[in-house]
């Protein structure tokens, strides 16, 4: 079975007053994701990775070098539909509430250190990649991750991410990450999800 582009978990127009535009997700979610799902296809038609799940796609190819192509395509599929589950158009970004709120407080020491250590991976992720939320051996921490790598393949529980590749935000922001890394922190931030991935995990 064919590995599936999961529809926007929002109209494309959503997040214009919120600092991404349509023309954003026009090329972000119409082109890029869904090239990477149109590669994954062709990459791994009549192969024994077809009927596995993506994740299962992802572990895979991650530990065969000869898999890389098939690595960086799966993962990026995977990225980008957690990517636009962490935004959301309605009272997104901003302090948090519930228990996400009370596990940042308890292991980064509150909000603003937890805000602080993301700016500085997303800022300091040279070229192509990724700022992570995660949970692991228990505890919340900040990382970051090159081109398609991710935190499934370290033993990592994914709870939010931010996509700093240059066509995330340059339509938009040009060549001015760190504003575009302060508006999703203040206004895109899907705390919701995050809890969701916390209580699931």
């Given amino acids: ?8 978990p929002f109209d494309p127009g959503a997040l214009e007053p919120h600092g991404m535009s349509a023309k954003t997700f026009e090329f972000h979610y119409g082109k890029h994701h869904a090239a990477y799902v149109t590669n994954l296809n062709n990459l791994t038609k009549d192969t024994e990775l077809a009927d596995k799940s993506l994740t299962e796609v992802i572990k895979i190819s991650f530990q065969d070098s000869a898999k890389a192509g098939i690595f960086n395509n799966a993962a990026q599929v995977w990225n980008h539909t957690f990517f ?5 158009p309605t009272s997104g970004g901003g302090k948090p509430s519930g228990a996400i709120a ?17 700016k500085t991976a997303a800022a300091t992720q040279f070229g ?20 398609a790598e991710n935190p499934l393949v370290h033993s990592q529980v994914p709870l939010l991410t931010l996509d700093v590749w240059e ?9 001015r990450r760190p504003d575009f890394i302060q508006n999703y922190l203040d206004q895109l931030v899907n705390w919701d999800f995050a809890n969701q991935n916390l209580a699931a995990a």
């Fill in 1 to 8: 079975m064919a590995f599936q582009q999961e529809p926007l």
């Fill in 84 to 88: 636009w589950n962490s935004l959301t």
């Fill in 102 to 118: 009370t596990k940042i407080d308890s292991d980064f020491g509150g909000y603003d250190k937890f805000v602080e250590a993301f």
């Fill in 128 to 147: 192509s990649g990724w700022a992570w939320l995660v949970l692991e051996n228990g505890a919340l921490k900040v990382t970051k991750t090159p081109n």
């Fill in 167 to 175: 066509h995330a935000y340059y339509i938009d922001y040009q060549n």
